[in-house]
């Protein structure tokens, strides 16, 4: 227990704080601004005018300046950690920081001041505690665990699943309607506070949390007396707390649901059997008492006795203009009114919005409800008081960020999504980028060096910008959970806005309210929905806005321009909405943007994110997906137990390789929710059950591979298919996947040499064949391979009369992309030499007229897919062994647990010294990461830089000819 010289503060009637709640109290601005007056912090503020009648006085004048110091002390307070001593009229209290005070929209001038409890504290004298110093005692406990932690749990998770069970039981049955008892437990229980905060303590109890603090939660949740919570509030020893809380909250609770049960199941079984007329008897009492209750309300109103007023109603002149306003005749009006009131106290909104939106409610006032401008400034004014001005998600519940634990958040990306660490890493970077903004405004802040702006004047901290991101990949490889997850880890809300088929640029920016039915456009109302200015956002499948390239089919206006403002950090600041007519403050919202295909956007619209690839998960990572994630998830959906069905890895790949060709895994969910609705009849309709599922059950259940893998269709290939002129080719396909791409070549003899092309090839695939076609002509001529002159002539003069046809199969799929060219032109040089290619070979890279290997991309993908089809070796592009190298430090490590290498946290050592030795040495080079691949996918790489080291790579030194004495190189 340590001493600390301490604010006291008395709390108001009825009101003690618990360690560990955030809690919000309304207090008038005189009490407020005298609870501000401890902390020397606070000095830049100008308070002196504000506080200048305050010598020997327990309470602040009223007047506008007051408001005005309330509202600037409470901008710098989001930054100082102020420390006060929270007694709740009793010797033991709790040390709080106040972490914000704001004007309360909703009510008549009431200031809120929002309490973090931290720890108990105590003073020797409970008198004459009125906003004073004294020494206070604080205990500090240390994180400890019970030997009966799982016994509390289990208790708790009892408690919180018969208040769920009365919720629904009471929304389901009409009896309960008429209890008393359960109308009142219903209004506490089924409020949205309550059910918020009690499912957030139910997610604290499944973690390894500290017992003790969850007693003080559970007590600050639960609806018990006041007296109750001092009592327990004065509990110092944890032990002791730990049983009070027990027996006196948990187990009261349930044993309370469980008395109230049996008295419902009497009612239930007496109505049952009760004639009509013992029926009707019982109706009469319940409208008899209703009457009687009705009739006693309504005397109280007339004879006047209402609640008491708990503020005073603002004083004229606070407003330049509004103290001429007329006094509003309904209370929607005066909603209006007291938000008008307030308006000069809301920083987001800038001083020329202000005033037009009092001369807005002025024109109001003097319009009759008659006329439909009426409606219409009725409606607007509705939307504009609903909006969260001023308010960060850390109000309403969400993390600070100086709270932020970028280990925590890796953790909780990786619980959400496998894999992606490319995309965690740049979301871990943001975040430590941002923490550490805030940790130097604090420091700042605490070293007295407050912005001076903060004098006399309501402003903000200079907001750190939030990232715009854009994750594009094919569908299904985890871009919305992602999103998700990095709301959840910033304990932030979350909305998604689907902008698929969005053909008027009014669904982003909002309708002018002169129109009929008009509304605000989607951002607007996403902000709403958060109740915050700093919420995550999901502008979902960005690419399917008409728009940009696809400008021709717009109908109103140009929707991708319009979210050119939207995500451009330099204008979103000051979006303006069509319908609210003034400037929205965007830059503290995270905006996080998906896009099936990328290239689809419009330049400039692509400029202003920061684009992050999801690749494709390989048959390994979506075993791994199955395993773990969708197989326990089909079994819970459809209401099966635990182990009640086994997949192993094998019967996982079999469904992965041979029933599913995606780049995600949605359709391997609704394959393993197929098996599992087939085992469910077995469960019901058979004795004797087994819940392993082989790889000879698949047929039963999900019928004949649909997608037989290419090792399985090779097996089947004739001898003939073996001969020269067909060559092995790898692909990248439009799911996101990689494959292997046969080429094939025959020659029919004709009056002179022609090409001709089937397969869907597209535009650039046929330029790279005819440039195949030039440069083996181009090796014939000049005898490059070496062989006798006779017989080089004899097969020039037969190519020169040959009409080649190319041919690419799966004709139903068109084809194009820069990546075949050496396997075009080892095809046509393979059928002009009558020499076959090994069919465990495969290639990709592109070429040019001087026989140089282009790089490419989908490295990735393409060598997955050389190991599925059974390929031993690879050519790649000697350029793309710094692809090989990425890939081995981002997966290989990280599967090894080296995160000190190359994980998210790590240094990148062992990248930058392959990066290094890769550019130090001009030799082909076979290292870690080409014996990892070899380790891993069974595929020999092979490095080519031009067209001699492919035909050398399949052959060997058959044809060595006079390559290097010629002046021109392969």
């Known amino acids: 227990m340590s001493p600390f010289q301490l604010p006291v503060f008395q709390l108001p009637p009825n009101t003690a704080f618990l360690p560990g709640v955030l809690y919000r109290v309304a207090l008038t601005p005189e009490r407020a601004a005298s609870l501000l007056l401890p902390f020397p912090d606070l000095s830049q503020v100008d308070t002196q005018q504000v506080i200048s009648s305050l010598s020997g006085l327990p309470l602040v004048p009223f007047t506008p300046e007051t408001l005005q110091g309330i509202d ?50 105590s003073v020797q004298t409970s008198d004459n505690l009125e906003i004073s110093q004294k020494v206070v005692h604080i205990f500090r406990e240390h994180p400890s665990k019970t030997e009966k932690a799982s016994a509390i749990v289990t208790r708790f998770n009892k408690l919180y699943s018969d208040i769920q069970e009365f919720i629904a039981k009471y929304d389901g049955e009409s009896l309960l309607l008429l209890s008393p008892l359960a109308t009142s437990l219903h209004i506490q229980f089924s409020s949205s506070e309550f059910q918020q905060a009690l499912n957030r303590l139910q997610g604290m109890y499944t973690k390894d949390a ?38 006196n909250v948990i187990d009261y609770y349930i044993e309370f649901f469980s008395t109230m049960n049996k008295a419902i199941a009497y009612v239930e079984e007496f109505m049952g059997l009760a004639t009509e007329v013992q029926r009707a008897k019982f109706v009469t009492g319940q409208l008899r008492s209703l009457r009687g209750l009705l009739a006693t309300i309504g005397k109280d109103q007339k004879d006047g006795l209402k609640a008491p007023q708990l ?23 005066k909603l209006i009114a007291d938000f008008i009131t307030r308006l000069p106290l809301i920083s987001s909104i800038s001083d020329d919005t202000k005033r037009v939106l009092e001369a807005d409610f002025r024109k109001l006032q003097r319009t009759p409800p008659q006329q439909s401008e009426w409606h219409v400034l009725r409606s607007f004014f509705d939307i504009v008081i609903d909006m969260p001005w001023d308010i960060t998600s850390y109000e309403i519940g969400g993390a600070r960020l100086l709270d932020l634990d970028l280990h925590e958040v890796k953790q909780q990306l990786d619980r959400d999504s496998y894999g992606l660490e490319t995309v ?229 790949k079999k469904i992965t390789m041979d029933y599913t060709t995606e780049a995600g895994v949605r ?57 020269y002129g067909v060559v092995n080719g790898l692909s990248y396909n439009s799911n996101g996947s990689g494959g292997v791409l046969v080429f094939e070549a025959i020659g029919l003899p ?50 020169d009369a040959t009409e080649i046809h190319l041919h690419v199969p799966e004709g139903g799929i068109s084809k194009d992309g820069p990546s075949a060219g050496i396997t075009m032109t080892l095809a046509f040089l393979s059928l002009a030499i009558r020499k076959a290619v090994p069919t465990d070979i495969a ?24 190991h599925m089809a059974g390929m031993k070796r690879v050519l790649l592009p000697r350029i ?42 001009g030799s082909v080079i076979y290292g870690k990461p080409e014996a990892w691949i070899k380790d891993r996918l069974g595929l020999d790489i092979c490095y080519v830089e031009e067209f001699w080291d492919v035909v050398r790579a399949v052959w060997g030194g058959e044809f060595v000819g006079n390559s290097h004495r010629d002046e021109s190189r392969l």
Do not use: W
Not at 692 to 721: C, M, N, W
């Open 750 to 799: 004709a009056k002179s040499r022609s090409l001709h092309m089937t397969g869907r090839l597209g535009e650039v695939l046929t330029e790279s064949a005819n440039i195949a076609m030039t440069f083996v002509r181009s090796i014939l001529h000049r005898n490059l391979l070496g062989m006798d002159a006779p017989k080089m002539e004899n097969i020039l003069s037969q190519f």
């Open 667 to 723: 359709n391997l969910e609704r394959t393993i929710g197929a098996i599992c609705r087939a085992k469910t009849v077995e469960l019901s309709e058979r004795e004797d059950y087994s819940p392993t599922v082989s790889l000879g059950d698949l047929t039963k259940y999900i019928g004949l591979p649909t997608h037989p893998s290419e090792l399985q269709r090779r097996r089947f290939v004739s001898p003939q298919a073996r001969e």
């Open 210 to 247: 500290n017992i003790p603090v969850l007693m003080d939660i559970t007590a600050a949740v639960m609806p018990i007396p006041f007296a109750a919570k001092c009592e327990i509030l004065a509990l110092t020893d944890p032990l002791a707390r730990i049983r009070y809380v027990l027996s």
């Open 424 to 652: 965690k890493r740049r979301l871990v970077q943001y975040l430590a980028v941002v923490r550490l903004h805030a940790q130097n405004d604090e420091s700042t802040s605490a070293g007295g060096k407050n912005p001076p702006a903060l004098s006399k004047s309501v402003t903000r901290a200079k907001p750190v910008r939030a990232p715009i991101l854009l994750l594009g990949g094919p569908p299904g490889v985890g871009k919305t959970s992602l999103a998700k997850s990095l709301a959840t880890a910033l304990n932030r809300p979350f909305q998604r806005i689907s902008l698929g088929g969005i053909r008027d640029e009014s669904e982003i920016r909002g309708h002018r309210r002169t129109y009929v039915g008009a509304m605000p456009g989607a951002i607007v109302l996403a902000l709403r929905r958060a109740r915050c200015m700093d919420p995550v956002i999901l502008l979902d499948e960005i690419d399917k806005v008409v728009g940009g390239p696809n400008a021709a089919g717009k109908v109103q206006g140009d929707p991708a321009a319009a979210l050119l403002e939207v995500l451009d950090p330099e204008q979103n600041s000051s979006f303006v909405d069509h319908y609210l007519g003034f400037p929205v403050d965007l830059s503290q919202v995270v905006f996080i943007c998906t896009a099936n295909e990328p290239h689809e956007l419009s330049r400039p619209l692509f400029d202003r994110m920061e684009f992050i690839n999801l690749p494709a998960y390989d048959y390994e990572e979506k075993v791994v997906i199955a395993r773990d994630f969708l197989l326990p998830r089909q079994i819970e959906r459809n209401g099966l137990g635990t182990k009640a069905v086994v997949m192993d890895d094998e019967v996982l």
């Open 311 to 333: 503020t005073k109603a603002p004083p004229r002149g606070v407003l330049r203009k509004s103290a001429s306003l007329s006094p509003p005749e309904d209370d929607e009006l």
């Open 843 to 866: 290639m990709t890279g592109e070429i040019t007229l001087r026989g140089q290997v282009l790089p490419i991309g989908g490295v990735r993908e393409k060598l997955l897919g050389a």
């Open 880 to 921: 793309n062994r710094r692809d090989v190298i990425k890939e081995y430090c981002e997966l290989a490590l990280n599967q090894e647990g080296d995160s000190n290498k190359f994980g998210v946290f790590g240094d990148g050592s062992l990248l930058r010294e392959l990066i290094q030795a890769e550019e130090m040495s």
């Open 72 to 121: 600037a002390a409470g901008s710098a307070l989001r930054s100082v950690g102020a420390l006060v001593l929270c007694l709740p009229q009793t010797k033991v209290g709790s040390v709080a920081r106040i972490t914000n005070v704001r004007f309360d929209t909703e009510s008549n001038n009431n200031v809120v001041v929002s309490f973090h409890a931290l720890t108990r504290g």
